[in-house]
C-alpha cells in the first residue's frame, strides 16, 4: 500500500516541536510491513492553503497512492487537489473547536471519504458521527522509546533542579488558555510549577520524569497525549476528564481524573508531593496506545478504505470507538 500523508503539522528546525506527534505516526507507519508512506508537509498559515495546493498538483501529477490521508481538518482542503485516492483527514481537536476553523473542518468532513478523530470524545463535534457519518478513531500514539521511567535524581541534575525540591509539571505553554495554567497554579501551593514553554521535544521526558507529578486541568484535550507520556515514564498524574484521561488512568493506583476541583486535587497531589520518588504503574496503559499500536489502527482503515468502492465510503454510519485494540 502506498499512502500519501499531507499535513501543515510537522516539526522543522525553527518549530521542532510542531506536530511531534504526526512525525512520530508517520515513522511508525514506514516501519509497518507492506506500507510506503510519502510525506507532504507545508507551513501553518492560511495563505499557505492554494500554494500548497498547487504544490501537491504540480508534484504527484501522474503518481499513484491507495489513500492520501491529511492531518488537521484544514489541511484536508488542499489534498483534495489530488484525484484518483480515496480521501482522509484526522481532526486533532483545534480544527473541529476553533469557531471559523471548526465550519471549514465540519463542511470538508463531508467531501472527504472518511473523517478521523484522535479521540471519541471529540467525534462528537462532527454531527450525525456513528449515525449518519462513519467517523474512525485514529490517535497519534506515544513514542515509548522516547517516553520512559528515568531516574528522577538523574533528570533533575541534568536539568539543573533542586534533588530535594517539590515539582509539579503544567504540559504545555501557559499561553495556551484551553489548557487552564490557572488551575494548575491553583493546586501549586508551596510547590514549584514547571511548563514547558519553549522545550526542545527530546528534553521533555526528562522534565516529566524530574516532576514529582503531571498536571493536566485542561478544558478541552482533542486526545492527551501528556497524560499517556507521564504514565509511561511511571509518573503520577491529576487530569481532568476530557479527551482520553477517563480511558487512559482509569484503575491506575496514584493517578486521579476528576472534574477541577482545587481541594480535591490538592488533596490528590500531597501524597506525591510529600514522596522522594513517587511513581504510578503506568507504563502497562501507556503501551496500549503507543505509536506502534495505533499506526496498525491507521494502516486498517487505509486498507479497509481502499478496498471499498469509490463513493462508498462517507455513509455508513458508525464511530469506531477508542479501546485496546
Known amino acids: 500500500m502506498r499512502a500519501l500523508v499531507v499535513t501543515?503539522?510537522?516539526?522543522?528546525?525553527?518549530?521542532?516541536?510542531?506536530?511531534?506527534?504526526?512525525?512520530?505516526?508517520?515513522?511508525?507507519?514506514?516501519?509497518?510491513?507492506?506500507?510506503?508512506?510519502?510525506l507532504f508537509a507545508f507551513p501553518p498559515g492560511m495563505r499557505s492553503y492554494p500554494r500548497a495546493a498547487l504544490e501537491l498538483r504540480r508534484r504527484y501529477r501522474g503518481e499513484r497512492f491507495d489513500v492520501v490521508h491529511a492531518h488537521f481538518g484544514l489541511t484536508a482542503w488542499p489534498?483534495?487537489?489530488?484525484r484518483g485516492a480515496p480521501h482522509l483527514v484526522t481532526f486533532h481537536g483545534t480544527d473541529l473547536a476553533h469557531p471559523r476553523s471548526g465550519r471549514l473542518s465540519r463542511a470538508v468532513a463531508r467531501i472527504v471519504d472518511l473523517s478521523a478523530t484522535?479521540?471519541?470524545?471529540?467525534?462528537?463535534?462532527?454531527p450525525g458521527a456513528g449515525l449518519t457519518r462513519r467517523v474512525a478513531v485514529l490517535p497519534c500514539g506515544v513514542d515509548l522509546d522516547r517516553f520512559r521511567a528515568l531516574p528522577r535524581a538523574e533528570a533533575r541534575r541534568r536539568l539543573g533542579?533542586?534533588?530535594?525540591?517539590?515539582?509539579?509539571?503544567?504540559?504545555?505553554?501557559?499561553?495556551r488558555p484551553e489548557k487552564r495554567f490557572d488551575r494548575a497554579q491553583a493546586v501549586a501551593g508551596g510547590a514549584t510549577l514547571l511548563t514547558l514553554t519553549d522545550v526542545p521535544p527530546d528534553e521533555v521526558p526528562l522534565w516529566v520524569n524530574a516532576a514529582n507529578a503531571v498536571v493536566v486541568p485542561s478544558e478541552r484535550e482533542g486526545f492527551g497525549l501528556a497524560t499517556l507520556e507521564a504514565l509511561a515514564c511511571d509518573v503520577p498524574v491529576v487530569a481532568?476528564?476530557?479527551?482520553?484521561?477517563?480511558?487512559?488512568?482509569?484503575?491506575?493506583?496514584?493517578?486521579?481524573?476528576?472534574?477541577?476541583?482545587?481541594?480535591?486535587?490538592?488533596?490528590?497531589?500531597?501524597?506525591?508531593?510529600a514522596a522522594a520518588d513517587p511513581r504510578v504503574a503506568g507504563r502497562?496503559?501507556?503501551?496500549?496506545?503507543?505509536?506502534?499500536?495505533?499506526?496498525?489502527?491507521?494502516?486498517?482503515?487505509?486498507?479497509?478504505?481502499?478496498?471499498?468502492?469509490?463513493?462508498?465510503?462517507?455513509?455508513?454510519?458508525?464511530?469506531?470507538?477508542l479501546g485496546a485494540a
Not at 9 to 36: C, H, K, N, S, W
Open 8 to 38: 501543515n503539522m510537522y516539526p522543522t528546525e525553527a518549530r521542532p516541536a510542531l506536530g511531534r506527534f504526526v512525525r512520530d505516526q508517520v515513522e511508525a507507519l514506514r516501519r509497518l510491513d507492506g506500507i510506503e508512506v510519502e
Open 79 to 82: 489534498a483534495l487537489a489530488l
Open 118 to 126: 484522535v479521540s471519541a470524545s471529540l467525534a462528537e463535534l462532527l
Open 161 to 175: 533542579l533542586d534533588p530535594d525540591g517539590r515539582y509539579l509539571l503544567f504540559p504545555a505553554s501557559p499561553a
Open 240 to 273: 481532568t476528564p476530557v479527551g482520553v484521561h477517563e480511558l487512559a488512568l482509569a484503575g491506575v493506583a496514584g493517578a486521579h481524573c476528576g472534574p477541577f476541583d482545587a481541594a480535591a486535587w490538592r488533596a490528590a497531589l500531597a501524597p506525591h508531593l
Open 284 to 321: 502497562a496503559r501507556a503501551e496500549l496506545f503507543s505509536a506502534e499500536r495505533m499506526a496498525r489502527r491507521v494502516a486498517a482503515a487505509w486498507r479497509a478504505v481502499a478496498a471499498e468502492p469509490a463513493g462508498t465510503t462517507g455513509g455508513r454510519g458508525y464511530t469506531r470507538r
